[in-house]
């Protein structure tokens, strides 16, 4: 109960006019750390749900693959630049943010991660990490705004950021690959 009192009250933090407007009024901003905290509020909510209806959980993701290709489609949708468009000037648009990312994106993830193999845990960020490179490329080098509500400059930060992500991703997989836990883990216990 007390996740999803913590995480109604950081929603509605998020939610109030002038949180929303500072987080929305630079892009990079609204897009690497408003967003990213609407998943991790349903992430943190996610629990309570997972208690409240287990056995919806259980039948409606019970390998964890159909949360998150749920949560792949709503980061997706909120990575195109025509939808953080929309959210600023569309308040229709801009509930559904605040609903879709810790709703539709954030419960399915903390659900679906751990019942991930490790395989299926590297190629999500792989496909993130694809994404990330593709699209700072199109942030960086589109030669009109994509975004009528920022500035070209905005546009060109978000975009390193999208790159300057990818690589912390590639660091993370190339950590992955050649680094085996179980040897750290060894000499823990013998200490």
């Known amino acids: 109960m007390n996740r999803l009192v913590y995480g109604l009250l950081l929603l509605i933090s998020l939610i109030l006019p002038p949180v929303a407007n500072l987080m929305e009024s630079v892009m990079i901003i609204h897009m690497h750390m408003q967003m990213p905290m609407l998943v991790i509020i349903g992430m943190i909510m996610a629990r309570f749900f997972q208690e409240r209806y287990p056995r919806f959980f259980e039948k409606w993701n019970e390998n964890g693959f159909p949360g998150i290709v749920l949560f792949i489609i709503i980061v997706s949708y909120w990575m195109m630049p025509r939808t953080m468009d ?73 975009g390193w950021g999208f790159l300057i992500t990818a690589i912390g991703l590639i660091i993370y997989l190339l950590y992955d690959f050649f680094i085996d836990p179980s040897a750290y883990e060894e000499v823990a216990e013998e200490e």
Not at 124 to 134: K, P, Q, W
């Open 86 to 158: 929309e959210a600023l000037t569309s308040q229709s648009v801009e509930i559904f943010k605040f609903i879709s990312l810790p709703f539709l994106a954030g419960i399915p993830l903390m659900d679906s991660w751990k019942k991930l193999s490790s395989i299926g845990k590297n190629s999500v960020i792989i496909f993130f990490t694809v994404a990330f490179i593709g699209i700072g490329y199109l942030y960086i080098n589109a030669p009109n705004p994509l975004c009528n509500n920022y500035l070209v400059i905005d546009q060109i930060i978000l």
